[in-house]
């Protein structure tokens, strides 16, 4: 049964107001909004489908071996608030293209402090439609703080003294189109026209047999008219081996039929833009006319285009007090971190990059991700490649370079983690994903769907099957790999999360001079093991330089009418560079009664300490 899915039809409809042609695609490119338009009627119906990975294990009980839909996101994060109402405030941080909202929670002890006054990390996920792992750890990292706050000493001071920010759901309208429908898609819903023959969304995907996944059609064309093979390693006939034109007997396509005729299969579905690709940081053009420059596939119209993205990058702006990033993808297991147009040591303070060298290794040792390491070169030569390959407009360049923070991307979930080499031929493949799905508990029959054979209404006698799409090649299947794909994650957040900056003050004290006068000291430390500042920070004035300041009370005055009573207090220093990471302040005044210090750190708190003056 085919359903509109709720708000996309709206989309439709914003998107061609006022438009009347239909474009060609020597137009070249024209932001989203002028373009000529015509809608493709095909793709405002999809499929939809109740997944049994959506399901909780008990309902009214949170678990991390299920994948929540929008309203169970929704539910946990209210259940929270009026459970935790000290700890838990929740809000929309923005709306998303279709209107829903972007829910996000603030965790912090309320009674210690306001939360802009406390260092602070935030927590995003599920940017990407069909990431969808990535949400259940954020859910879960917020669930490990909430229920370990008073239990957990360490975690009860992370409360205390700092403020945690969680965005479980960052692209709503494209993760909830993959929940409950059989597209694959990885944008929003903004309806973008994938293969230039002015109509969007006109080829999505289909399933063909009912399964509730669009997966793969393989058809025999005979004897070198191919680029498949049946793989020869496989006795059981169902895995393909790709030999080039001209070399096979199969050829192996998108499941689904062509809707625009062009002779291929899904390459305009519903959406295409990318979020990762919208921040301002090195943002580029998808088409530029001169051939000269650099372009970006689904970078969007202009930076912050999407109001998705637009809402993340606002929101760290009007909160400078985060140091601390975490934006999770998946299905690379990797710690992924800036930065993403050049090598780390290129562009890079090397006082900044040792911090995240520390991470990368400190994070391989908590999950067992085996790489670690910057977009651009880490990642790009990961499976034995040398050259780098830049992204544009991507976020962990934004966050490093214009919002100076340790900014990690993780990618959770890696299939190939949780491969052994079942037949014992020396090599962990294929094969043994197979014996995985014929064979081992809990997964069994749900990884791969052996070919059936299908009449198909272009193509004639076709075979559909092949691998899960969601949860096998993108996502971890619901249940105990999925949990341990959380938790591995979460032990790096919580790292990350202990890692903040945290000035404090260590010791005051008066001494008396002969004059009568006394003078008051008072000696700050910063106790976080990052600096609270990181010099690409103090590079762009993301944040302002710390102050010590005194406040006196009747009876006290300061003996110079020209002295200040705030002063610069400058930044401190981190665990790895001890310069300047304890500092101490004075004040010589005149009189009896209390003096209050107040130190102010952007990233790093404020702190207020009480000094009573006696004649």
């Given at each position: 049964?085919?359903?509109?899915?709720?708000?996309?039809?709206?989309?439709?409809?914003?998107?061609?107001?006022?438009?009347?042609?239909?474009?060609?695609?020597?137009?070249?490119?024209?932001?989203?909004?002028?373009?000529?338009?015509?809608?493709?009627?095909?793709?405002?119906?999809?499929?939809?489908?109740?997944?049994?990975?959506?399901?909780?294990?008990?309902?009214?009980?949170?678990?991390?071996?299920?994948?929540?839909?929008?309203?169970?996101?929704?539910?946990?994060?209210?259940?929270?608030?009026?459970?935790?109402?000290?700890?838990?405030?929740?809000?929309?941080?923005?709306?998303?293209?279709?209107?829903?909202?972007?829910?996000?929670?603030?965790?912090?002890?309320?009674?210690?402090?306001?939360?802009?006054?406390?260092?602070?990390?935030?927590?995003?996920?599920?940017?990407?439609?069909?990431?969808?792992?990535?949400?259940?750890?954020?859910?879960?990292?917020?669930?490990?703080?909430?229920?370990?706050?008073?239990?957990?000493?360490?975690?009860?001071?992370?409360?205390?003294?700092?403020?945690?920010?969680?965005?479980?759901?960052?692209?709503?309208?494209?993760?909830?189109?993959?929940?409950?429908?059989?597209?694959?898609?990885?944008?929003?819903?903004?309806?973008?026209?994938?293969?230039?023959?002015?109509?969007?969304?006109?080829?999505?995907?289909?399933?063909?047999?009912?399964?509730?996944?669009?997966?793969?059609?393989?058809?025999?064309?005979?004897?070198?008219?191919?680029?498949?093979?049946?793989?020869?390693?496989?006795?059981?006939?169902?895995?393909?081996?790709?030999?080039?034109?001209?070399?096979?007997?199969?050829?192996?396509?998108?499941?689904?039929?062509?809707?625009?005729?062009?002779?291929?299969?899904?390459?305009?579905?519903?959406?295409?833009?990318?979020?990762?690709?919208?921040?301002?940081?090195?943002?580029?053009?998808?088409?530029?006319?001169?051939?000269?420059?650099?372009?970006?596939?689904?970078?969007?119209?202009?930076?912050?285009?999407?109001?998705e993205m637009r809402s993340v990058v606002l929101f760290l702006l009007d909160n400078p007090n985060i140091s601390v990033v975490e934006t999770m993808d998946t299905s690379v297991p990797m710690h992924l971190r800036p930065p993403s147009t050049s090598?780390?040591?290129?562009?890079?303070?090397?006082?900044?990059?040792?911090?995240?060298?520390?991470?990368?290794?400190?994070?391989?040792?908590?999950?067992?991700?085996?790489?670690?390491?910057?977009?651009?070169?880490?990642?790009?030569?990961?499976?034995?490649?040398?050259?780098?390959?830049?992204?544009?407009?991507?976020?962990?360049?934004?966050?490093?370079?214009?919002?100076?923070?340790?900014?990690?991307?993780?990618?959770?979930?890696?299939?190939?983690?949780?491969?052994?080499?079942?037949?014992?031929?020396?090599?962990?493949?294929?094969?043994?994903?197979?014996?995985?799905?014929?064979?081992?508990?809990?997964?069994?029959?749900?990884?791969?769907?052996?070919?059936?054979?299908?009449?198909?209404?272009?193509?004639g006698k076709v075979e559909v099957g092949g691998w899960n799409p969601k949860f096998w090649n993108q996502n971890a299947p619901?249940?105990?790999?999925?949990?341990?794909?959380?938790?591995?994650?979460?032990?790096?957040?919580?790292?990350?999360?202990?890692?903040?900056?945290?000035?404090?003050?260590?010791?005051?004290?008066?001494?008396?001079?002969?004059?009568?006068?006394?003078?008051?000291?008072?000696?700050?430390?910063?106790?976080?093991?990052?600096?609270?500042?990181?010099?690409?920070?103090?590079?762009?004035?993301?944040?302002?330089?710390?102050?010590?300041?005194?406040?006196?009370?009747?009876?006290?005055?300061?003996?110079?009418?020209?002295?200040?009573?705030?002063?610069?207090?400058?930044?401190?220093?981190?665990?790895?560079?001890?310069?300047?990471?304890?500092?101490?302040?004075?004040?010589?005044?005149?009189?009896?009664?209390?003096?209050?210090?107040?130190?102010?750190?952007?990233?790093?708190?404020?702190?207020?300490?009480?000094?009573?003056?006696?004649?």
């Open positions: 049964m085919k359903r509109l899915v709720p708000g996309l039809f709206a989309t439709f409809l914003l998107t061609q107001a006022g438009v009347a042609s239909a474009a060609s695609s020597s137009e070249g490119y024209l932001p989203f909004l002028q373009r000529p338009f015509v809608p493709a009627q095909a793709a405002l119906q999809v499929e939809q489908h109740a997944y049994p990975e959506t399901k909780p294990l008990q309902t009214g009980t949170f678990d991390i071996q299920h994948y929540p839909t929008y309203d169970e996101v929704q539910y946990w994060l209210e259940k929270w608030a009026k459970q935790y109402p000290g700890l838990v405030e929740l809000y929309s941080a923005g709306k998303s293209l279709e209107g829903r909202g972007i829910w996000q929670i603030t965790i912090t002890n309320k009674k210690s402090g306001k939360p802009t006054e406390k260092p602070a990390m935030w927590v995003g996920a599920n940017r990407h439609s069909g990431e969808v792992t990535t949400r259940v750890a954020a859910l879960h990292f917020a669930q490990t703080l909430l229920t370990k706050y008073g239990k957990d000493p360490e975690i009860t001071r992370l409360l205390d003294s700092g403020t945690f920010y969680v965005r479980p759901v960052e692209n709503p309208d494209g993760s909830e189109l993959y929940l409950n429908t059989i597209q694959t898609n990885r944008s929003t819903n903004r309806p973008f026209d994938n293969d230039g023959d002015g109509v969007m969304d006109d080829d999505p995907a289909e399933d063909l047999d009912s399964d509730g996944y669009s997966r793969q059609i393989r058809q025999y064309v005979g004897t070198g008219k191919g680029n498949y093979i049946k793989d020869p390693s496989d006795s059981s006939g169902r895995l393909m081996k790709q030999v080039g034109e001209g070399n096979g007997d199969f050829r192996v396509l998108s499941e689904g039929i062509d809707n625009d005729g062009d002779g291929k299969f899904n390459e305009d579905g519903i959406g295409g833009l990318d979020l990762h690709r919208n921040y301002p940081e090195n943002w580029r053009p998808m088409t530029e006319e001169t051939g000269m420059g650099w372009t970006q596939g689904g970078a969007g119209e202009y930076p912050l285009s999407e109001p090598k780390s040591e290129e562009s890079m303070f090397p006082e900044d990059l040792k911090y995240y060298r520390h991470f990368d290794k400190k994070g391989q040792e908590l999950s067992g991700y085996p790489w670690a390491g910057d977009v651009y070169y880490t990642y790009s030569t990961r499976n034995g490649g040398t050259e780098g390959t830049p992204l544009f407009g991507h976020s962990p360049d934004w966050g490093y370079f214009q919002y100076g923070t340790i900014w990690y991307g993780d990618e959770l979930w890696g299939k190939q983690e949780y491969v052994e080499d079942y037949n014992g031929d020396g090599k962990k493949d294929e094969l043994d994903q197979l014996w995985m799905n014929d064979h081992l508990q809990g997964v069994k029959g749900k990884l791969f769907q052996n070919w059936k054979a299908i009449e198909h209404p272009q193509l619901a249940g105990p790999m999925l949990q341990k794909a959380v938790e591995k994650q979460t032990g790096f957040n919580l790292e990350l999360a202990k890692s903040l900056p945290m000035v404090a003050v260590k010791d005051t004290s008066v001494k008396k001079n002969a004059d009568g006068t006394s003078t008051i000291n008072v000696t700050v430390a910063n106790e976080g093991f990052l600096p609270d500042a990181l010099k690409q920070a103090w590079l762009v004035k993301i944040v302002r330089k710390g102050t010590a300041a005194i406040d006196l009370s009747e009876g006290l005055t300061l003996s110079d009418e020209n002295a200040k009573p705030t002063l610069d207090a400058g930044f401190f220093g981190g665990a790895l560079d001890e310069e300047e990471r304890v500092k101490t302040f004075s004040w010589t005044v005149k009189g009896s009664g209390k003096a209050t210090v107040t130190i102010r750190s952007t990233r790093g708190g404020t702190v207020t300490v009480d000094v009573p003056i006696h004649n």
